[in-house]
């Protein structure tokens, strides 16, 4: 089982900035991608931004040239960075990780509990 706890989330103005974090634990897993969805209410959870293994990213269009993912792989944690934001990233932000565990020697889905960023004057 792997553990996503995020942090980071909450209220900024528009064209403020935010770091959200996402801290993987467990035992005996391999992470192969991290990334970030987001959901607004009534909307369906998209994808922001994800990172491979080998260090590969990708951003969605609404958000490429403002929110940047990294990681660090010897912490486990991936963050993204948050600049220019408009009162359309409110959102909560979940956190995925595709991890393989040695308990389950299969790959899955993990999700955080998700944090909500919430954009407004």
């Known amino acids: 089982q792997v553990r996503l706890v995020e942090s980071g989330g909450g209220l900024v103005q528009p064209g403020g900035s935010l770091r959200l974090s996402c801290a993987a634990s467990?035992?005996?897993?391999?992470?192969?991608?991290m990334g970030w969805y987001r959901q607004a209410p009534g909307k369906q959870r998209e994808l922001v931004a994800t990172?491979?293994?080998?260090?590969?990213?990708g951003t969605a269009d609404s958000v490429k040239g403002r929110f940047t993912i990294s990681r660090d792989s010897a912490k486990n944690t991936v963050y993204l960075q948050m600049n220019s934001l408009k009162p359309e990233d409110a959102a909560v932000y979940y956190c995925?990780?595709?991890?393989?565990?040695?308990?389950?020697?299969?790959?899955?889905?993990?999700w955080g509990q998700g944090t909500r960023v919430t954009v407004s004057s």
């Open positions: 990172i491979t293994r080998g260090g590969s990213t």
């Open positions: 467990g035992s005996a897993f391999s992470i192969n991608a």
């Open positions: 995925n990780a595709r991890a393989f565990t040695a308990a389950t020697m299969t790959q899955s889905d993990y």
